[in-house]
């Protein structure tokens, strides 16, 4: 079993920037894509990047495309989330999952089998 734990959060100014963590423990995750997905109230969770295993592929969805990046350092069992330019849009919880298959990069989160608990990322207008 893996443990997903995500950490970065908080509250930001349109405009700003904050970076998340999502450190997995348990078991070692180096050999799955990970992806962040976020959800706000009252909307359904929402894809918003992945990285293949060893973190020369990724994806993201088009409306954080150019202002995110996803990254991972795989000798720290760690995916980051590097927010750029945020805006009140992007207020919700963000979680961080690994991928149920080594060979799909899944933008489904039906598709992952762990989770983390999320944390709140908030932008003031």
């Known amino acids: 079993q893996v443990q997903l734990v995500e950490s970065g959060g908080g509250l930001v100014r349109t405009g700003g920037s904050l970076r998340l963590s999502c450190a997995a423990s348990?078991?070692?995750?180096?050999?799955?894509?990970l992806a962040w997905f976020r959800q706000s109230p009252g909307k359904v969770r929402e894809f918003v990047a992945v990285i293949n295993w060893n973190g020369d592929i990724t994806s993201y969805a088009d409306s954080v495309k150019g202002r995110f990046i996803i990254s991972r350092d795989n000798a720290k069992n760690t995916v980051y989330l590097q927010m750029n330019r945020l805006s009140p849009e992007d207020t919700a919880l963000y979680y961080c999952a690994k991928s149920s298959t080594k060979w799909t990069m899944p933008q489904r989160g039906d598709e992952y089998n762990d989770w983390g608990q999320g944390t709140q990322v908030t932008v003031s207008s």
């Open positions: 348990g078991r070692a995750v180096s050999d799955y894509p």
